[in-house]
């Protein structure tokens, strides 16, 4: 099996994990990046104050997003872009809970989607002071870039995974994980409702 990969990136307006702002996507293929694309997002009602603190790190203000898809109305192009691909984030456990998150809140159904996290795999690969992005996307040969920028955030972290696999000679996502003992996880199943007596 090659090297595919997509590597995902979300930026929110507040604390809540549904208020996503912009996506950044990488598509890896053969340890290749093929393809990139993002965009921003209007946060879902409910979702959409933007909290000073967020604005101060990725810049996005609500008049940004003023005319931006909904999140319905880009989830399609985010889910083909993605196709069945593992997908692989920095602290993958907040862009995936983003996605299900925001999905829930619109109520669509989010792909089971497997996953990888490459803060994990930068920590079984280099001797670092900081496992933080910019510090781990250098190690991998990927400096200078804007972070907080979800595409180009997106990018380092896809260079993190590549370079990782290199150093390891592992051909595929799951044989990085294996080499590294990590798990490439899949979703939680929902407890079935119970029903009220």
């Given at each position: 099996?090659?090297?595919?990969?997509?590597?995902?990136?979300?930026?929110?307006?507040?604390?809540?994990?549904?208020?996503?702002?912009?996506?950044?996507?990488?598509?890896?293929?053969?340890?290749?990046?093929?393809?990139?694309?993002?965009?921003?997002?209007?946060?879902?009602?409910?979702?959409?104050?933007?909290?000073?603190?967020?604005?101060?790190?990725?810049?996005?203000?609500?008049?940004?997003?003023?005319?931006?898809?909904?999140?319905?109305?880009?989830?399609?192009?985010?889910?083909?872009?993605?196709?069945?691909?593992?997908?692989?984030?920095?602290?993958?456990?907040?862009?995936?809970?983003?996605?299900?998150?925001?999905?829930?809140?619109?109520?669509?159904?989010?792909?089971p989607y497997r996953s990888l996290c490459s803060l994990q795999v930068a920590r079984k690969t280099y001797q670092l002071d900081?496992?933080?992005?910019?510090?781990?996307?250098?190690?991998?040969?990927?400096?200078?870039?804007?972070?907080?920028?979800?595409?180009?955030?997106?990018?380092?972290?896809?260079?993190?995974?590549?370079?990782?696999?290199?150093?390891?000679?592992?051909?595929?996502?799951?044989?990085?994980?294996?080499?590294?003992?990590?798990?490439?996880?899949?979703?939680?199943?929902?407890?079935?409702?119970?029903?009220?007596?």
């Amino acid at each position: 099996m090659p090297l595919d990969f997509t590597a995902i990136d979300f930026e929110t307006a507040n604390s809540s994990p549904a208020s996503a702002c912009s996506v950044g996507l990488v598509r890896v293929r053969g340890g290749e990046v093929v393809a990139m694309t993002g965009w921003l997002i209007r946060p879902p009602a409910g979702h959409d104050d933007f909290q000073e603190w967020n604005i101060r790190i990725h810049g996005i203000h609500p008049s940004d997003v003023a005319d931006a898809a909904t999140w319905p109305e880009q989830f399609d192009r985010l889910c083909d872009f993605a196709g069945a691909d593992v997908l692989v984030a920095h602290n993958a456990g907040f862009d995936l809970n983003v996605l299900r998150r925001a999905s829930a809140a619109t109520g669509l159904e989010c792909p089971p989607y497997r996953s990888l996290c490459s803060l994990q795999v930068a920590r079984k690969t280099y001797q670092l002071d900081s496992y933080r992005l910019p510090k781990a996307a250098a190690a991998a040969g990927f400096a200078e870039f804007s972070h907080h920028d979800a595409l180009a955030d997106a990018r380092a972290c896809a260079q993190i995974v590549i370079d990782a696999a290199r150093r390891h000679g592992a051909t595929d996502v799951d044989a990085l994980a294996d080499a590294l003992s990590l798990r490439v996880t899949t979703p939680p199943v929902a407890a079935p409702e119970r029903a009220v007596a």
